[in-house]
C-alpha cells in the first residue's frame, strides 16, 4: 500500500503528533478537556487519502494514543480505525460528494464523532464515568481544536503521502473508470 520512504515520512508524522500530544496538548485544559491531535489524524488523512488509508493510520495513530490513556489498549486503534474508515467512506459516497468544500468543518465533526464513538466503546466496554455531561464539554474541545489544527494536517499530510496516485482532494473514481458498475 505505502512505499517504504512514505511508511518513513508516516512514522515521523505519527511520532512527532504523539510527542506534541503528550508534551504540550495534554497540559492545556480548556472546559476541563483537553484538545486531542491524535484523533484529528485518521480523520483528517481520510478526508485526503480516502477510507483505507484513513483505517490505516487510525489502526496506528489509535496504537500510539492508547499509550497515553488509561482505557484498554486497543480501544483507541479499534475506534480511531473505524472513524477513519467511515469519515472517508462518507466523503466518498454520494452524500459527501460536496464535502471537499467543507474539509475544515469536516475534520472538526469526524473528531468530535470519534470522541464521541471512542466515549461510547469505552462505556461498552466497562468504563466507569465516561457517558457524562461531561462528555458534551470534551466532544467541543476536541472538535474545535481538530478544526484548527486541519489546515496544517492537510499539509502535512499530502507531504507524507506524496508518493501515493489516489492523493487528492477530488472525487475518486473506482480503477475501472466506471461508477455505474
Known sequence: MFEDLTWLKVAIVLGLSLVLQD???NQIVILGAHPDLMIALP???AI??????GAVIGFLAGGAADLLVSTPFGLSAFVFALVGYLVGAFVNSPLGHDFY???LSGTGLGALFGTFCFALTAALVGQPGILTAHL???MVVVGVSAFVFAPGLFMVWR??????R????????PSSGSALR
Open 166 to 173: 489516489t492523493l487528492g482532494f477530488g472525487p475518486r473514481m
Open 101 to 103: 468544500n467543507a474539509r
Open 23 to 25: 508534551v504540550l496538548l
Open 159 to 164: 507531504w507524507a503521502l506524496s508518493g501515493l
Open 136 to 138: 458534551l464539554s470534551v
Open 48 to 53: 485526503v487519502a480516502g477510507a483505507e488509508i
Open 43 to 45: 480523520v483528517s488523512v
